[in-house]
């Protein structure tokens, strides 16, 4: 089946066991050129998918002539081929660096080990300091703002007064 996949399935989803359709006798080449019209034709491609379809037309006739049967320019068609040339070394790299960004933002667990009565002083504190956030972010968010303040008055006072 070339075209009407989804009219298909809404078809069977309402119980009909028979359709119209129009039968046409193409060979494979033919069969893939119809896809790569028709395909466009109505829906999105995906661009992986087309660049593999185009692959295998190229396989037997040269950009310019699909460029000819196709909504595509000889151009177009040579950047969707290339596509399927990335450098593996190239795709790996960009997934560790994607990677490497991913790892900075994922949260993290901290632990300390307290006394019960440590323990009642620092949820005081955080909870006052989380300044009503909601939700799980609320310790996490009080806890930074108690280390963020502490740090800022650190360095005031390490930094001498510039007064007279």
Do not use: Y
Not at 120 to 136: C, F, H, K, M
């Amino acid at each position: 089946m070339l075209d009407g996949h989804h009219r298909v399935e809404v078809l069977r989803e309402l119980g009909f066991t028979e359709a119209r359709c129009d039968v046409w006798e193409v060979d494979d080449r033919e069969a893939k050129l119809l896809l790569a019209t028709l395909n466009r034709l109505q829906g999105q491609d995906l661009p992986i998918r087309r660049a593999e379809l185009i692959h295998e037309l190229l396989g037997e006739m040269s950009a310019a002539d699909l460029a000819g049967l196709l909504p595509e320019t000889d151009k177009q068609i040579e950047e969707l081929h290339a596509l399927l040339e990335f450098p593996a070394e190239e795709i790996a790299a960009l997934l560790d660096a994607e990677a490497e960004e991913a790892e900075k933002v994922l949260p993290r667990v901290m632990s300390f080990v307290v006394s019960p009565e440590q323990e009642q002083v620092i949820e005081q504190a955080v909870e006052l300091a989380s300044d009503g956030t909601p939700g799980r972010d609320r310790k996490a968010k009080g806890l930074t703002n108690l280390a963020r303040t502490f740090l800022e008055r650190r360095s005031d006072e390490e930094i001498p007064s510039q007064e007279p």
